[in-house]
């Protein structure tokens, strides 16, 4: 079965920068597409960014221009590279895939921004 273990998050001052990684398991790594998610307290979960099979992206609009979502087949591995970081961005990020393909989540990253 396919799994995902975020990693890669931390305590960042506003402005700086993080890359978070996804790391997977399973035979159809290859053809999964792909979004990262993020949760706050007390909020529900949102969507930040996808990348499809076929390499199209997309990001929401609160992250547009500051996140890039990419993936690296050979490691079985996607990435979140996040600059210009700011405290909204504060929550717990977690990867996986929309439906059909949807798996367990995980346990996800935290990513704290603050002075």
């Known amino acids: 079965q396919v799994q995902f273990v975020e990693s890669g998050g931390g305590l960042v001052q506003p402005g700086g920068s993080l890359r978070l990684s996804c790391a997977a398991s399973?035979?159809?790594?290859?053809?999964?597409?792909m979004g990262w998610y993020r949760q706050a307290p007390g909020k529900q979960r949102e969507l930040v960014a996808t990348l499809t099979n076929g390499g199209s992206t997309n990001y929401a609009d609160s992250v547009k221009g500051r996140f890039t979502i990419s993936r690296d087949f050979p490691k079985k591995t996607w990435y979140l590279q996040m600059n210009s970081l700011k405290p909204e961005d504060t929550a717990m990020y977690y990867c996986?895939?929309?439906?059909?393909?949807?798996?367990?989540w995980g346990q996800g990253t935290q990513v704290t921004v603050s002075s």
């Open positions: 399973g035979s159809i790594f290859s053809i999964l597409n």
């Open positions: 996986n895939t929309p439906p059909p393909t949807r798996r367990d």
